[in-house]
Antibody, heavy 122, light 107 residues
């Protein structure tokens, strides 16, 4: 299984953005997709997760209302988007897949994308 | 839930045994994972469910603990093990899946 993310972005404050995460090597609906933020030189922050089967979503309260996630099953791709970026959104964003063992999905993440660097600067 | 890792930095020689600690501010049952991250790379899952090694992880890595106190042990450090290690709880509801602040393992 591979998760391949879209390339680095440079945006201005107030602009919108959508980044992507394409799943290959396995059925897209086999497991949940999660998004994690890593600000420059900092640790990991869980943002949100989505079940590609039915698009059921959970957001971290820290990110609820500022980002949205979605999927396109026909493309095997998950998305993370912002309607109005802030300078504080500058970070690397990772998508990752939840561990699945038989029919059980765990909320740990065993396959990661390479990360998308988002820079927001005027 | 607040996840606290200690120490922040650990300096160890190759071949030594090392134990990293992670404490949760409340009971997370066994819903605890460990990740390894090297500079410029995404995290790599090492342990989930407190003690289950992820696919491809060498047997020198082991996890233990329960409730609020957890440890990751590397029995004999190899050069490729020097990295930052994060613990993560996934017991909270609604989910926040909080990570610890990381322990940097250096030579």
């Amino acid at each position: 299984v591979q998760l391949v993310q879209s390339g680095a972005e440079v945006k201005k404050p107030g602009e919108s953005l959508r980044i992507s995460c394409k799943v290959s090597g396995d059925s897209f609906t086999n497991s949940w997709i999660t998004w994690v933020r890593q600000m420059p030189g900092k640790g990991l922050e869980w943002m949100a997760r989505i079940d590609p089967t039915d698009s059921y979503i959970n957001y971290s309260p820290s990110f609820q209302g500022h980002v949205s996630i979605s999927t396109d099953k026909s493309l095997g791709t998950a998305y993370l988007q912002w309607s109005s970026l802030k300078a504080s959104d500058t970070a690397i964003y990772y998508c990752a897949r939840h561990v699945r063992v038989a029919t059980t999905v765990y909320n740990a993440f065993d396959v990661w994308g390479q990360g998308t660097m988002v820079t927001v600067s005027s | 839930i607040v996840m606290t890792q200690s120490p922040a930095t650990l300096s160890v020689s190759p071949g030594k045994r090392v134990t990293l600690s992670c404490r949760a501010s409340q009971n997370v049952n066994n819903n605890l994972a460990w990740y390894q991250q090297k500079p410029g790379l995404p995290p790599r899952l090492v342990i989930y469910g407190t003690s289950t090694r992820a696919s491809g992880i060498p047997a020198r890595f082991s996890g233990s603990g329960s409730g609020t106190d957890f440890t990751l042990t590397i029995s004999s450090l190899q050069s490729e093990d020097f990295a930052v290690y994060y613990c993560q709880e996934y017991n909270d509801w609604p989910p926040r899946y909080t990570f610890g602040q990381g322990t940097k393992l250096e030579i």
